[in-house]
């Protein structure tokens, strides 16, 4: 197995420094086209059960897939398509023939449990691509002082993690580096702040949490403390705690955060102010934890290196095309010829070897922040997230199918009916709010239907977990004679919408 080189030290230059960030965009696309062609990806999605038949009926060979528009001719991979084939398949036989190094579990954005092999070839991609994000948000030549936390299902969790350590172990490079998880995981902050943590890595709602509870607790644990040694250190301490609003900044020295799994601007004035830190977005699944897209430290979109993946964007014209007739087979365009400001749905290809994915159309709509150089020097292309593209409710870390929603609300029957509803997303505070707004047929009995609603919303796995850890806002329901504007372009029913604020917090 061949690792990656250590990164030349250069102190403290926060710029690109690597000729492979900074060379002309055409260069990265050819890089980009020959890794499709070198890596063999399209020779392992050829054995695999996730393309196999839809590939055959196409008539595609990887063989004579040479250049852009060759490989356009393959189809798209859906989500849906891809959750059906896992739930279908024997483990053994997902990696066509590769050889399995390990497995990562992961819950998935809708709670189900998903198993994703790990190939020999994979590690050092994976690891390269760790190493790629992680060094994005600590300073070079510095000693790497790290703190992941994870979450447990329902909510996504990412092991791989482990893997991004081990890169740096390998090159020996200076880390205090300690992963936690929920329940454990207050502790495990104190812990980093006698560590001297200063790089955090986590989902930007768990931390805001965090902060959250900190704020909450100090002025408890000030008290604790001072009752266990009662000098005049801890009676100042507890003192001051009463006359400060503590922040989690005043108890945790960390500098930067790498925050992914939820889009980061409507956490980032919130992280800022509870921990004092520069937050860097990044985006990833376990899926595609080869990919490297993680934002600079101009903060002007996330780059999505170009020699970590294949990205390609489906406009939003299309997409409206694709509701209106769903055998419309809609057109994508690379992301290097894309013009500043579309948006549209991401589609992933990778280079990995265990569990390729192969124009993977991932749901979530993003938008193009730029292709030409990034004020950092980087050449790679920039995009942002804006929300799902598919029929997933999105409150950060709990998502469900809106179709799930919409049995819950069909099986309210004890205290009336609902005539017609539709959700709006919006955000109290940064913490995601679902405002249903509904049209009922016996608005007599309006406070008892309220209840009935908000306890059939509470059925949906992860809903009430969230709502009592206040990770979510509590649900609002609001009684309206009528409901407009469920109408997109193409005519058809929208029972989901995002108000401003979901993009941007408060
Ligand atoms: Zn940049």
């Known amino acids: 197995m061949k690792f990656l080189e250590s990164r030349p030290r250069r102190g403290r230059a926060r710029s690109a420094t690597d000729r492979s960030e900074t060379r002309p965009l055409p260069e990265l696309v050819a890089c980009c086209l020959d890794k499709l062609k070198n890596s063999g990806v399209l020779d392992h999605a050829l054995n695999s059960p996730i393309y196999h038949d839809s590939w055959q009926e196409a008539g595609i060979d990887p063989a004579q897939v040479r250049t852009y528009s060759d490989f356009i001719r393959i189809p798209f991979m859906t989500s849906g398509h891809l959750r059906a084939v896992l739930a279908d398949t024997a483990p053994a036989d997902l990696a066509g023939d590769t050889d399995v190094r390990f497995w990562i579990s992961t819950s998935g954005t809708t709670g189900k449990p998903k198993w994703i092999p790990v190939g020999e070839g994979d590690i050092a991609n994976i690891m390269a691509a760790a190493k790629r994000m992680l060094s994005m948000a ?5 000693d790497l002082s790290f703190l992941a936390l994870g979450a447990p299902a329902p909510f996504a969790s990412e092991s791989w993690i482990y893997l991004a350590f081990a890169v740096f172990f390998r090159e020996n490079r200076a880390t205090n580096s300690a992963m936690f998880t929920l329940p454990e995981l207050m502790d495990a902050l104190y812990f980093a702040r006698k560590l001297k943590s200063r790089t955090m890595y986590a989902f930007p709602s768990i931390a805001v949490l965090i902060g959250e509870n900190v704020a909450q607790r100090a002025a408890g644990e000030a008290a604790l403390l001072f009752r266990k040694k009662k000098n005049l250190r801890n009676f100042l301490a507890m003192a001051a705690t009463r006359v400060i609003h503590v922040k989690a ?19 980032a004035k919130a992280l800022k102010q509870s921990f004092n830190l520069e937050a860097f977005a990044a985006y990833g699944s376990t899926e595609s934890a080869h990919v490297a897209i993680i934002e600079c ?57 265990a569990f390729p994915l192969v124009r993977h159309r991932i749901s979530d709509l993003v938008r193009v922040e730029g292709t030409t150089p990034c004020a950092c020097g980087r050449t790679h292309p920039r995009i942002s997230i804006l929300h799902r593209s598919d029929d997933i409710i999105s409150l950060g870390l709990i998502r469900f199918s809106i179709y799930l929603l919409k049995s819950k609300l069909e099986a309210v029957s004890i205290n009336g009916r609902i005539g017609q509803w539709r959700l709006r997303l919006t955000r109290e505070g940064v913490k995601p709010k679902m405002l249903l707004e509904v049209r009922s047929e016996r608005p007599a009995a309006e406070a008892a239907l309220r209840r009935e609603i908000l306890e059939r919303i509470d059925e949906i796995e992860g809903v009430r977990q969230a709502r009592e850890n ?12 009528e409901i407009s504007d469920t109408r997109g372009q193409s005519g058809k029913d929208r029972l989901v919408t995002y108000e401003p604020a979901y993009f941007s917090g408060d």
């Open 138 to 142: 600590a300073d070079p030549g510095e």
């Open 249 to 267: 900044r005043h108890v945790f020295r960390f500098r930067k955060g790498l925050f992914a799994g939820e889009p980061v601007p409507p956490y």
């Open 297 to 353: 430290d101009r903060h002007q979109g996330m780059h999505v290196f170009l020699d970590t993946c294949l990205p390609e964007i489906i406009p939003e014209a299309e997409l409206e095309r694709e509701r209106d007739d769903p055998a419309y087979r809609p057109h994508a365009i690379p992301l290097w010829e894309a013009q500043h400001g579309l948006s549209g749905e991401l589609v992933l290809t990778t280079f990995a070897e």
């Open 470 to 481: 206040g990770l979510i806002a509590a649900p609002e329901i609001r009684f309206v004679e």
